[in-house]
């Protein structure tokens, strides 16, 4: 299980541990008392999350999540996968055209193809 500091707490650790069988990837603050161990797989591993959280705050900047009314999970996973597919193909794009800068905004590479 991979959170940010906000869920570090012994009741959390100790639930994921005991309940879902799972190790905590959790960046430690001063109020648990724990010693971190940050070695080079809790790096590897807390990257993805942050890459995954980039992810979601573009899609909260463009508001794509916010114009649908979804009930069921399954869709909400489906819509996601699919406007993930979209940023890859305009990442493609990007590289293709030469412009690298514009792989990390698609606000931005979107309004320099009109």
Request: aromatic fraction near 8%; hydrophobic fraction near 45%.
């Given at each position: 299980?991979?959170?940010?500091?906000?869920?570090?707490?012994?009741?959390?650790?100790?639930?994921?541990?005991?309940?879902?069988?799972?190790?905590?990837?959790?960046?430690?603050?001063?109020?648990?008392?724990l010693v971190p161990v940050y070695d080079d797989r809790f790096?590897?591993?807390?990257?993805?999350?942050?890459?995954?959280?980039?992810?979601?705050?573009?899609?909260d900047a463009l508001n794509l999540l916010r114009r649908f009314r979804i009930f069921e999970m399954k869709?909400?996973?489906?819509?996601?996968?699919?406007?993930?597919?979209?940023?890859?193909?305009?990442?493609?794009?990007?590289?293709?055209?030469?412009?690298?800068?514009?792989?990390?905004?698609?606000?931005?590479?979107?309004?320099?193809?009109?």
């Open positions: 299980m991979i959170a940010d500091k906000g869920y570090d707490s012994r009741k959390v650790r100790e639930h994921i541990d005991f309940w879902m069988d799972g190790e905590a990837i959790i960046k430690s603050i001063k109020r648990t008392k790096t590897l591993l807390y990257k993805k999350r942050t890459g995954v959280e980039r992810f979601f705050s573009r899609l869709t909400m996973e489906k819509l996601v996968r699919l406007i993930g597919i979209g940023f890859l193909v305009l990442a493609l794009f990007a590289a293709h055209i030469r412009k690298k800068g514009l792989l990390r905004s698609p606000k931005r590479l979107l309004r320099s193809l009109l």
